[in-house]
């Protein structure tokens, strides 16, 4: 291989590992993966939620950072706090469950 040849393949391979560097996840900051992993599992969780008979409140916010759902908003009774924690943990991905909802 001729020297061009080598700078260009020096070059790729820079490129490449500042790329996927660029992709990478933080403790602050989620990967391009990790992000939609954690918008299906919003929407997981919303949805069973929002199908969920006993909690017609829809003020329940819903988020997601690395699999950890925090849960926020206003629900109708301590009961309907403990349903929606207990919605949130059986949507498959979600790795725990955090509260800062409030009864009205």
Do not use: P
């Not at 949130?88 to 909802?101: E, F, L, P, W, Y």
Request: proline share 0%; glycine share 10%; aromatic share 4%.
């Amino acid at each position: 291989m001729n020297r061009l040849g080598r700078s260009l393949l020096a070059a790729f391979v820079a490129v490449a590992l500042v790329a996927g560097a660029g992709c990478a996840s933080t403790s602050t900051q989620e990967g391009s993966g990790e992000y939609l992993d954690d918008s299906v599992i919003t929407g997981k969780v919303k949805t069973a939620i929002f199908r969920d008979a006993t909690l017609k409140s829809a003020e329940i916010n819903v988020e997601t950072f690395k699999g950890v759902v925090q849960l926020s908003g206003f629900v109708n009774s301590a009961a309907d706090i403990r349903r929606a924690m207990a919605v949130a943990r059986g949507i498959h991905g979600v790795v725990s469950v955090k509260n800062a909802m409030r009864v009205k």
